[in-house]
């Protein structure tokens, strides 16, 4: 442990954001990290955008005892496949981020405080979409007067976020490495992300989302965890996680428990996790995720539109198993690229974790993931 990557969050700020729905937010907040140096040319900058209940904390530890390093430690960091010797890599919190009660996370969403009231914002918070995320990575970029980037990445909404900065700024990057992620999934995915947060409005606490002043839906925050946990993995895990044992002092007859093996992986693994959540937030990264157009930021109105713009070379890497981003769907996306004439390289990702093989086997595509950052375009 003496030998990883110290990492320290830093804070972002922007006095103000116009949305893409034409809105205005205030005092605009995000937290973000670096690994690396930025060069004197400030050309070997590489942008990692975050998944769905992930932050900006992609590699290295905050202290040296922390028990877990950042969710892709294992291709980012000294002679790794993102090599922080030679690049610099930067890593920032989304807005509305699921992790708001997180004292490493700086976001701006539902729970922050409305300036205009001093209140927490509440549902009175605007929606927010992939594009309003990329449209604060680009000041943030900016501000290290970075006039284009190496590539972009990132897994499942941070795939979303790569395809974004392909289609909004597509001239800004050298090379893109979307993973986990396609943006013309249809309706079937639309509706799990409408399941995956309906217990928390279906939980008597949510009030309409205006809890900040009592009681948080707790409950109905760690039932939508559980979904979006279940979903994101694959049949092959859950036989790892009890299949279909009974827990011990479980009881198949008590309909009123929940006794099954299963069952306790996903309350364990959940509980743990559910403190640093916000149910609202939970909501509107639902909604930035289920209305995605990429290349919304330039005004782009449908799928086709958006990865029309894209010229950037493009590494996708996929799970064959993924059951939130269907494989096929970027295959479809592959395809539609290289009719337009972008080189697309793919690679895939085995093992039982399904959707979040991107996360957990990465590192299986570390060799293709360094050749392509490598390689001249």
């Known amino acids: ?67 877990l390093p950042g969710y892709w430690d294992s291709i980012i960091g000294p002679g790794k496949a993102v090599d922080t010797d030679r690049y610099f890599v930067i890593a920032s919190d989304t807005l509305v981020n699921f992790n708001a009660n997180d004292p490493n996370v700086v976001t701006t969403g539902p729970a922050s405080l409305d300036p205009a009231t001093g209140r927490p914002y509440g549902l009175s918070f605007p929606a927010v979409a992939i594009a309003d995320f ?156 289920q209305t995605y157009i990429p290349g919304a930021g330039a005004g782009a109105a449908s799928v086709a539109e958006g990865l029309g713009r894209i010229k950037a070379p493009t590494l996708l890497i996929y799970a064959p198993d993924d059951l939130v981003f269907l494989p096929e769907w970027v295959e479809a996306t592959a395809k539609a690229l290289r009719g337009q004439g972008v080189a697309v390289e793919t690679a895939q990702l085995a093992g039982p974790y399904g959707h979040y093989n991107g996360i957990m086997r990465i590192a299986d595509a570390g060799p293709q993931i360094a050749d392509f950052l490598a390689r001249r375009i």
């Open 134 to 289: 990329v449209r604060v990575q680009k000041a943030l970029v900016d501000s290290f007067g970075i006039k284009r980037l190496h590539a972009v990445m990132g897994p499942s909404m941070g795939g979303l976020q790569t395809f974004e900065w392909a289609a909004s700024f597509p001239d800004f990057m050298e090379r893109i490495i979307p993973v986990i992620a396609a943006p013309n999934f249809n309706g079937w995915l639309t509706g799990w992300l409408s399941m995956w947060t309906q217990p928390i409005r279906l939980d008597p606490d949510w009030r309409g989302g205006a809890y900040y002043d009592g009681a948080a839906p707790r409950a109905g925050l760690e039932a939508a965890m559980r979904i979006m946990t279940l979903h994101a993995l694959h049949s092959e895990w859950a036989d790892t996680a009890g299949g279909r044992a009974v827990a011990e002092g479980g009881d198949p007859a008590d309909i009123a428990s929940t006794p099954f093996a299963i069952d306790k992986t996903l309350e364990e693994a959940v509980r743990a996790r559910a403190p640093m959540a916000d149910a609202n937030h939970m909501l509107y990264l639902a909604r930035a995720n």
């Open 1 to 67: 442990m003496a030998e990883d990557l110290l990492v320290t969050k830093q804070r972002f700020e922007l006095p103000e954001l116009r949305t893409v729905g034409g809105a205005t937010v205030r005092d605009v907040a995000v937290g973000y990290e670096t690994y690396g140096a930025l060069n004197a040319a400030r050309d070997n900058a590489i942008l990692v955008a975050h998944y769905f209940s992930g932050t900006s904390h992609a590699a290295g530890r905050y202290r040296p005892d922390d028990p």
